[in-house]
């Protein structure tokens, strides 16, 4: 197995995962019901529709407890199976099955409901010419998975952090006294990728004069969309944010705009139902 994600350790995380679960005890029901020997076959398996994301960490987790289980995998990250698909297939000791069971589910539930929900919205816009974005609302820790899992459901990731380019928001614009001259001061410090926020168009002309090269258009409705898109040309990108929703995304896309970033596919995404069943093995 090999899974590798910038900025995100995948041994550290599952061994921190495990002694969350663990604690100073251990899994004291599996000791004191499985016997030390008993093995087990298991299917893990999508109850409903999903995009899977996150099966080779719930991997991870098995083998971290025995690294001789046995798994097959039965479908891979990205894919869109239908209720009842088996996702992958494991024989192994009883006990570190059964250890590593939460985390693992825990995990590819969390990441595939994100990926399912970005596909819905990735599907809504289809042949508009938008592009999908997440955002940094993310559980802290988890920032890298999650947009891994953005990713898997055919989204694009927006900033990774605060590093990577500058946002230029309301209370800076109030700190720096404009629109205008907080651009001008991201651009002074040699910032490649300035994006500043508007929510009225007068705001337009000043952040382009000073340099932005990225408009994030706030909570606006679809017509001054259209109008924001016409002024701004092919001088900087564009994007609506704000209260984008599955039913307001495809009217959104066809006002033009290059971009629609959307929190909720990692703040609100509902978990996947995905289970695993285990049989003793004679």
């Known amino acids: 197995m090999s899974f590798t994600l910038d900025r995100f350790d995948l041994d550290a995380f599952v061994a921190a995962t495990l002694a969350e679960d663990l604690g100073e005890g251990g899994d004291i029901t599996s000791a004191a019901v499985i016997p030390e020997t008993a093995r087990f076959r298991g299917a893990m398996d999508s109850r409903d529709a999903i995009v899977v994301a996150g099966l080779p960490i719930a991997e991870a987790f098995f083998r971290a407890l025995d690294p001789e289980v046995e798994i097959e995998m039965r479908a891979a990250d990205g894919d869109s199976v239908p209720a009842g698909t088996d996702l992958m297939r494991l024989t192994g000791r009883a006990r570190a099955m059964l250890t590593a069971e939460r985390s693992a589910l825990n995990t590819i539930q969390h990441l595939s409901g994100i990926a399912t929900m970005t596909r819905a919205y990735v599907d809504e816009i289809a042949g508009t010419g938008a592009t999908l974005l997440d955002t940094r609302k993310t559980i802290p820790g988890l920032r890298a998975l999650e947009k891994y ?91 609506a944010s704000g209260g984008v929703t599955l039913n307001s995304i495809n009217e959104i896309a066809k006002t033009g705009v290059d971009f629609i970033s959307v929190g909720r596919l990692t703040q609100s995404a509902p978990a996947a139902d995905i289970g695993l069943d285990f049989a003793e093995i004679d």
């Open 149 to 239: 899992a953005t990713r898997m459901g055919g989204a694009r990731n927006h900033r990774m952090g605060l590093w990577d380019a500058a946002m230029i928001k309301d209370n800076h614009v109030a700190v720096a006294g404009s629109v205008g001259e907080a651009v001008r001061r991201a651009v002074e410090a040699g910032i490649a990728d300035v994006i500043v926020e508007v929510d009225r168009v007068d705001q337009i002309e000043p952040a382009l004069e000073a340099g932005a090269t990225h408009l994030l258009l706030d909570n606006m409705p679809p017509e001054m969309l259209r109008h924001a898109v016409k002024l701004i040309g092919d001088r900087a990108a564009t994007e």
